[in-house]
């Protein structure tokens, strides 16, 4: 119950995403929130006042003109969010936010809101793309508003496009994680692997392991959440790229060392969550290999990308971090890769607990000592390692961020 008692006020704008904030409302209160909800007068064309009353129990603010608010019901709202979270925030509705418009109860409540302001839009792709839109959006960003998505995907007509509200979940867990770590990782830059890597052996086969790829993806997803700018390479997975980061897909071992080596320096923190192949065939057939009685299988060692960052740091990253899948001796081994690969943290876990499940249970080994987290949820765990990074750094001096920047001398 991460919401337990935290007051949020969700703001229903006129689209036909309206249907998913019955979803949010409800997953809201299902975190323990208490939630009151404004509706503007063409949200109440998609979605029925009646449901949200049945859902908190409150009918909600539809229009300051009706008796029962006699009063001042959007300055007590506004004063008794601690977040308030308009959902779905059409072009029109971001266009009065960010303009200062109060001219209807959600504008008016927006306008006295002192808790954090989140915006999930929801719109065509090219009213999204609409130079006045983003204008719009920037405003609002720079005032210190939260945005959560659009997202790319199936929108009302049929057409793909980036402009589809986000998913009820991810709103709700924006908002959570805003509320329990701000933005506490603003300005660090982090570089993430994540998946597993594919060596080729022909032009239909490969060499390759049974990682998801989800717990990189939510070490990014929660650093995006905690305001850092987030790069994000990837192996081939089948998971959804989190808005917002610089996403680049590799598929073999040496692609990935490739991208990180040539990356590694303008970030502060490399998160090696990867499941790089140690080995790939030494040869790739450029014909299907046919069928033969034998087939013996040639390997070599492929780059160690981690030892590598290790090898060839100098400022930055500050932080390295790694991760050890294990069978056996799980601190031990640990402890022994930290110093090997001259990594700042391991992410140990063993075989059994993590690979290709929801949840994870790890050991977080550094230069201090092993901490045994219980078994948690993937996302739970990406908050538990962004923690220790956020630790790690500040112990150290932050480079200015051109200076990092800069490649090496050539
Ligand atoms: N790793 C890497 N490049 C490789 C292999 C692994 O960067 N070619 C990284 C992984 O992303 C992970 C860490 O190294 O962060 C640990 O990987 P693992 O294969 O468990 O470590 P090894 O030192 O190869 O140890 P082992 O002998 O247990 O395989």
């Known amino acids: 119950m991460a919401l337990h008692g935290k007051r949020i006020v969700v703001g229903l704008g006129g689209g036909i995403a309206a249907f998913k904030a019955v979803a949010l409302v409800r997953e809201l209160m299902r975190r323990g929130a208490e939630v009151r909800v404004v509706m503007t007068d063409a949200a109440t064309r998609f979605v029925g006042p009646v449901t949200f009353a049945g859902l908190t129990g409150k009918p909600p603010v539809t229009n300051l003109w009706a008796e029962d608010y006699a009063g001042e019901v959007h300055v007590e709202l506004g004063e008794w969010a601690e977040a308030m979270v308009v959902a779905p925030a059409t072009m029109n509705l971001m266009a009065r936010a960010a303009t200062g418009q109060a001219n209807d109860a959600l504008l008016a409540t927006l306008a006295c809101a002192r808790g954090v302001l989140f915006f999930a839009p929801a719109m065509h792709a090219r009213m999204w793309s609409h130079p006045a839109t983003q204008a719009n959006a920037q405003t609002l960003l720079d005032r210190g508003a939260v945005l959560v998505g659009p997202v790319s995907g199936a929108l009302a ?19 959570e994680s805003h509320l329990s770590y701000g933005d506490d990782l603003a300005g660090a830059r982090i570089l993430i692997t994540a998946g597993p890597t594919h060596e080729d052996l022909d032009p239909v086969r490969f060499l390759g392991n049974r990682s998801s790829g989800r717990m990189g993806y939510a070490i990014a997803q929660k650093a995006l959440r905690r305001g850092a700018d987030v790069t994000l390479v990837s192996g081939p997975v089948h998971l959804p790229a989190p808005a917002g980061a610089d996403v680049v897909s590799v598929r073999s071992a040496r692609e990935m060392h490739d991208a990180v080596m040539a990356r590694f320096e303008s970030h502060d923190v490399v998160i090696m969550a990867a499941a790089v192949a140690d080995y790939r065939p030494s040869a790739r057939e450029s014909h299907k290999i046919k069928k033969s ?35 056996q001796d799980l601190e031990q081994s640990a402890r022994g890769k930290l110093e090997r690969k001259r990594a700042d943290l391991i992410v140990a876990n063993e075989a059994s607990a993590g690979l290709g499940r929801e949840t994870n249970r790890v050991t977080l080994v550094d230069g201090d000592g092993a901490t045994a987290l219980p078994e948690m949820s993937k996302t739970a765990v990406a908050d538990q390692i962004l923690d220790r990074i956020r630790a790690l750094l500040s112990t150290r001096p932050r480079r200015p961020r051109n200076e990092a920047k800069q490649g090496p001398p050539n």
């Open 293 to 327: 009685d034998d087939l013996a299988l040639e390997l070599v060692r492929n780059p160690d990308i981690l030892a590598d960052v290790g090898a060839k740091r100098t400022d930055t990253p500050s932080v390295l971090v790694g991760f050890a899948l294990e069978t």
């Open 157 to 175: 007509n049929g057409e793909i496009g980036e402009g589809r509200m986000s998913e009820p979940e991810d709103i709700a867990d924006a908002v």
